[in-house]
């Protein structure tokens, strides 16, 4: 699912139209149309925490949408070997749903 469909199917399933959700957030009607529309990405990880607090979905869940790194992890100063190991285990793990 993208970023996109997922802000969506999550709006509309609390119900809530652009406005609301924007007033929530404190951004722009215009923003949330955007981001809804695939023009526009979380722009810091504070949006990403609010949109997590507002949805009571993990940030985890909203850095692998964006296709970034949680700040935590980017903190590690991980090396490219580090990296390149911890991608391939994750890899690995069989996800169950």
């Known amino acids: 699912m993208l970023?996109?469909?997922f802000i969506s199917f999550k709006r509309?399933?609390?119900k809530l139209s652009q406005a609301e959700l924007a007033d929530r957030l404190l951004i722009s009607t215009?923003?949330?149309n955007d981001i809804e529309h695939g023009r526009r990405f979380p722009s810091s990880d504070n949006f990403i925490v609010?949109?997590?607090q507002v949805f009571n979905v993990s940030t985890d869940y909203f850095y692998y949408l964006t296709g970034r790194i949680?700040?935590?992890i980017?903190?590690?100063n991980l090396t490219p070997n580090n990296v390149?190991?911890?991608y391939s285990q994750f890899r690995q793990k069989e996800i169950n749903n």
């Open 3 to 5: 970023l996109s469909e």
């Open 12 to 14: 509309n399933e609390l």
């Open 30 to 32: 215009a923003y949330i």
């Open 50 to 52: 609010k949109l997590s």
């Open 70 to 72: 949680p700040p935590d």
């Open 74 to 76: 980017r903190e590690m």
């Open 84 to 86: 390149s190991f911890l």
